[in-house]
């Protein structure tokens, strides 16, 4: 697997696109890495710029503290990918990164560049929030236990106690981020909002997931694929269908 760096730390690029390629970036759930995106990165190329943000607290970032605030995670995000690259820009989030691509898209258009389409996957929508167990307060065996029960990590890793130790660190900085996080009340976009999710998502029932439709001023598409929290991993030429209709790729 090849990887170019951009602005810093922060971007990864799996694949070159030509110039005029519209960009798209990903972010990913939490424990994730930026290389979750590298399938889509070459099922996309060359029509589209696949940039991946990777978090601080793990692979080639594993030296660096994790971020324990998502809104300010979201702001070094925007840092590095604005500059004068004046493409048009798509966001696309799983699960914690379907609310940091939400709070970069405001952040975005905040700054008179909106992005040209905003994917959210796998999360209910911000004025769905309901309080519940503070899985960052509690034991590696319950936040273990948590991530266990959405289906996205190999089994395995639960086994390698090694392993399990140098990733808990990020994984509780990423909840701690996500449990902490509070919506904008005035958190409203002006652009189209593609929502995805699975029919048995165990955190994100289909009608919570409906309610992104509140948070934008443009037009909103759901779709719901058969599968639970990670459905994307099983169904992915079905989720770059998506965004590549989405994105006139």
Same mark, same amino acid.
């Given at each position: ?21 519209? /960009?798209? +970036?990903? =972010? ?5 890495? @930026? ?5 889509? $990165? !070459? %099922? *996309? ?41 004046? /493409?048009? +820009?798509? =966001? ?5 990164? @379907? ?5 970069? $898209? !405001? %952040? *975005? ?141």
């Amino acid at each position: 697997m090849t990887s170019a760096v951009d602005s810093g730390s922060w971007l990864r690029r799996y694949r070159p696109a030509p110039e005029g390629a519209v /960009r798209l +970036l990903c =972010l990913s759930h939490a424990g994730g890495s @930026a290389s979750a995106y590298h399938p889509m $990165a !070459l %099922a *996309l190329a060359p029509a589209a710029d696949v940039l991946a943000a990777q978090y601080p607290g793990r692979q080639d970032r594993f030296a660096e503290p994790p971020s324990e605030d998502l809104r300010e995670l979201a702001g070094r995000i925007v840092e590095a990918v604005t500059g004068d690259d004046d /493409r048009p +820009l798509a =966001l696309f989030g799983h699960s914690m990164g @379907a609310v940091v691509a939400y709070e970069v $898209a !405001l %952040a *975005l258009q905040a700054a008179g560049r909106p992005p040209v389409r905003l994917f959210v996957s796998g999360r209910r929508a911000p004025s769905t929030h309901r309080a519940g167990p503070a899985l960052h307060l509690g034991s590696d065996a319950e936040l273990l236990r948590a991530v266990r029960r959405l289906g996205g990590t190999d089994g395995r890793v639960f086994d390698d106690e090694e392993l399990v130790q140098l990733v808990l660190p990020a994984l509780r900085g990423d909840y701690k981020a996500l449990e902490t996080y509070e919506p904008r009340p005035d958190g409203r976009l002006t652009c189209p909002v593609t929502v995805l999710t699975g029919d048995a998502d165990p955190v994100t029932p289909v009608a919570d997931a409906r309610a992104w439709s509140g948070h934008t001023e443009g037009p909103t598409e759901l779709c719901v694929f058969p599968g639970g929290h990670f459905y994307l991993n099983e169904r992915p030429e079905e989720v770059v269908g998506v965004v590549r209709r989405h994105l006139g790729l």
